[in-house]
């Protein structure tokens, strides 16, 4: 590791890198935290963000998944994470996703001791209406026309979904976790808020 860590500061210490800059990457190498990633499907996309200052690594789809009204899907990243000890993975919806059609992502939490396939639990709220022009709705707010077979279903309702692979369906939010113990006690300080919940405060 100490190795690996002295080549990394020779390479940006050449002549074209000023000591205030080598400084600088130095300062900045050292507040970054490695989270592992493994793919699991050679199609897999590594999560990134779209803008540098994000908060949030977009999800994609790693195959097309079909979510028909009022149904529940879980949504394959192809991917498996190793996040460092106190460190959780926040699955959050995207907010073009969550403006533009009827599909809810669940909130998810993957804890740093999981090394499985990290998925997201897709919920499509529309409510089933009969039969409509057949069509597939996608993410992009596009319909599809499909009068044939998907696999083995005629789509007959239109608000079915197909998420289909390469999709950005959800954000990954990494946090370091404070230590935090529960400690049982038999009454409560006093707060100016106090009992009040659902509502108190007005809607």
Not at 77 to 105: C, D, H, N, W
Not at 123 to 133: C, E, F, L, M, P
Not at 148 to 166: A, N, S
Not at 171 to 184: M, N, S, W
Request: with cysteine; aromatic share 4%.
């Amino acid at each position: 590791m100490m190795t690996e860590t002295l080549d990394e500061l020779l390479a940006i210490c050449d002549p074209e890198n000023s000591p205030e800059n080598v400084w600088e990457t130095i300062e900045k190498r050292a507040h970054i935290t490695e989270v592992k990633v493994k793919r699991l499907h050679p199609d897999a996309v590594i999560p990134v963000k779209a803008h540098v200052s994000d908060a949030g690594l977009d999800l994609v789809a790693v195959e097309d998944t079909i979510i028909e009204p009022g149904e529940t899907a879980l949504i394959k990243t192809g991917l498996a994470f190793e996040l460092p000890e106190g460190y959780e993975m926040q699955i959050r919806p995207r907010s073009g996703v969550t403006l533009k059609t009827k599909l809810r992502v669940q909130l998810g939490t993957v804890d740093c001791n999981y090394r499985g396939e990290v998925g997201v639990i897709v919920d499509n709220t529309r409510i089933r209406t009969g039969y409509t022009t057949p069509t597939l709705q996608t993410i992009d707010d596009k319909s599809l026309y499909s009068g044939k077979h998907f696999g083995h279903k005629v789509f007959e309702e239109k608000g079915t979904y197909l998420i289909r692979k390469g999709d950005r369906i959800a954000q990954a939010v990494i946090h370091r976790l404070p230590d935090v113990e529960l400690v049982e006690v038999v009454s409560l300080g006093d707060s100016e808020r106090g009992e009040g919940a659902y509502g108190s405060t007005g809607v």
